[in-house]
């Protein structure tokens, strides 16, 4: 049983994948430049929250969560109508609050075993279905989110004993995709009956759409208007153009837009440009944008199409061996192959991190927290095909124990509730510290041109100013392989300048960092650079 869910998994999205067409290749765009903007508060998050790892990644210098949506699902709260059991969540709560997380955000999951239209079968627990309630439980469904509301919102009425923070931060469902099996319409419907409920109870609170899964249609894209053309053709496991505009439409029932970036970093600055055209034309003002869910990098294989950029129909069997070798230990390639994950997956969320921020969204939640595999090589191996790299996003090393948060999830996903232990840090959680630390609480951002394949952002803090590089040609270079560098001249503010490398290598736990003199050009002074696929931080005092 404990490997049954993910079997279930494989299957499924091995289905997905197989017969879709494949995006066609093209090389990274460039993305626009942009003037310095005033920064939007702007979060980096982590995600997702489960039992035992609040403390290890506190670490991180990370103070926003969020949780497994199985916990805000309405079934394995209000399991039999009427009872509603909080202990499981209440614990999850404390232990992220008791660790120095002021931020936790919660989706809530309409799946009912007695008031949704077709819950979900536990014994199928991937199988589309609709959790929609029931015209008769509507009702009820909008009691239930106000009491969620209620008990987080630290106003003294109702409140969960021992709560330390405030919860502002909802979303209404997890994906608008296979995760959403009502139609676009339903969807509006439960807006209508859930925003409100929550705000309410917390005028505080912070409403989401359900995260919105563009990445066939934006991963590779040139442009807006490829990436919109792509939309409107059919993709097993996305929604149609015209629900994703629906629900974008009914922008009077939730306050920010998500996203999911499950493919490359480039597919934020255009997926964010495409929400904002469609916001526009629905006379919908400036919504904040979030992306709610994203791997540190490309899953670079499966899910709805069969290749995710920067992986191509000719370098896919290469992507397949080396991930193959990533899954079984006792592959020959096995160690190399993982040292190159780990690098990638360093470098990737980086530059997802700082892409968001440069396109001022509201934030990212990044993870995972844990490794999706089964650890059983031979099982793993076959799985990549279907799941690419997403077996293997965990920025620590994890293991479960028999023991639960509160009690087990009655309704879907108990492993979920199990306590889990934290091992070792990976070279991504690293980065994470680093690029928080960095730009976690920047004032502005700012996009400057540096050249053709150079991404290099310039951000202000109260620290001073540190600006972001890497060079990316669009081509995936695997173990044995040397990504090409590039000289540039940077104009930056004083005479020194702290330049830092982000940490790739296993067992490095901070960034090599130089203090490198500047050269006088016409009274500016600029800094020569070397630079790799390896994002680089540069920084001046204030």
């Given amino acids: ?71 805000g699902k309405w079934g394995n709260l209000e399991n039999v109508q009427g009872s509603i059991y ?7 709560v404390r232990e992220y609050q008791g660790a120095g997380f002021s931020e936790i955000q919660i989706v809530l ?35 239930f989110v106000r009491q969620v509301a209620e008990r987080y919102d630290m106003d003294g009425v109702q409140d969960m004993e021992g709560l330390r923070f405030p919860i502002n931060r909802f ?12 139609s676009a319409e339903e969807y509006v419907q439960l807006l209508r009956v859930v925003f ?37 053709e059919q993709f097993a496991g996305r929604k149609s153009k015209a629900d994703i505009e629906q629900i974008l439409s009914a922008c009077k029932v939730y306050d920010v837009v998500d996203f999911h970036s499950l493919g490359d970093y480039t597919e934020i600055p255009l997926s964010a440009e495409w929400i904002r055209t469609q916001l526009n034309a629905n006379g919908c003002g400036d919504h904040p944008i979030l ?89 793993d191996a076959f799985g990549v095909v279907g799941t690419g790299t997403s077996l293997f996003m965990g920025l620590m090393d994890t293991s479960k124990t028999r023991q639960y948060a509160g009690s087990a999830l009655p309704f879907t996903s108990h492993e979920f509730s199990r306590i889990n232990r934290p091992g070792s840090p990976r ?22 041109d540096l050249g053709e394949h150079v991404w290099a952002y310039r951000f202000e803090a109260a620290t001073g100013s540190v600006w972001v590089l890497w060079a990316d040609d669009g081509v995936l270079y695997f173990p044995g392989e040397t990504p090409p560098t590039i000289d540039v001249l940077l104009p930056i503010d004083g005479e020194t300048a702290t330049v830092m ?17 500047t050269l006088a050009d016409e009274n500016d002074y600029v800094l020569p650079l070397t630079v790799g696929s390896t994002p680089i931080f540069v920084e001046t005092a204030p």
């Fill in 1 to 71: 049983m404990r490997h049954r869910s993910f079997i279930l998994l494989l299957f499924l999205l091995l289905t997905l994948a197989c017969g879709q067409g494949t995006v066609p290749p093209n090389p990274t765009p460039t993305p626009p430049t942009i003037g310095p903007r005033p920064a939007a508060p702007f979060t980096v998050a982590v995600e997702y929250g489960i039992p035992g790892l609040a403390e290890a990644y506190a670490a991180s210098g990370v103070t926003s969560v969020k949780l497994r949506p199985e916990f």
């Fill in 86 to 92: 909080w202990g499981t969540l209440d614990s999850l």
């Fill in 291 to 379: 992306v709610g869910d994203a791997f540190s990098m490309s899953a670079l294989l499966g899910y709805v199409f069969s290749n995710f950029h920067p992986a191509t129909p000719e370098n896919r069997e290469q992507v397949v061996h080396w991930l193959q070798a990533m899954a079984d230990p006792n592959s020959a390639d096995h160690l190399q192959a993982k040292a190159w994950l780990r690098a990638e997956m360093a470098r990737n969320l980086v530059r997802k991190i700082v892409v968001s921020a440069g396109a001022g969204l509201r934030g990212i939640n990044i993870g995972n927290f844990e490794d999706w595999r089964t650890r059983i090589g031979g099982l």
């Fill in 427 to 448: 070279p991504a959680f690293y980065a994470l510290q680093l690029v928080n630390a960095k730009i976690g609480t920047h004032t502005t951002a700012e996009r400057i």
């Fill in 171 to 182: 979303a209404v469902e997890a994906e608008f995709s296979g995760f959403w099996g009502g």
């Fill in 501 to 517: 490398l982000t940490p790739t290598e296993i067992g490095r736990i901070t960034p090599e960092t130089i203090t490198v003199t």
């Fill in 109 to 143: 999951m309409a799946d009912s075993p007695w008031a949704s239209e077709a819950p979900t079968d536990p014994e199928h627990p991937l199988e589309p279905r609709n959790p929609m309630p029931k015209f008769e439980h509507l009702q009820r469904y909008g009691q």
């Fill in 196 to 232: 409100p409920a929550i705000h309410h109870a917390n005028q505080d609170a912070e409403v989401a759409l359900v995260g919105l899964l563009m990445a066939d249609a934006f991963s590779g894209a040139q442009t807006v208007e490829e990436a919109d053309q792509r939309l409107g």
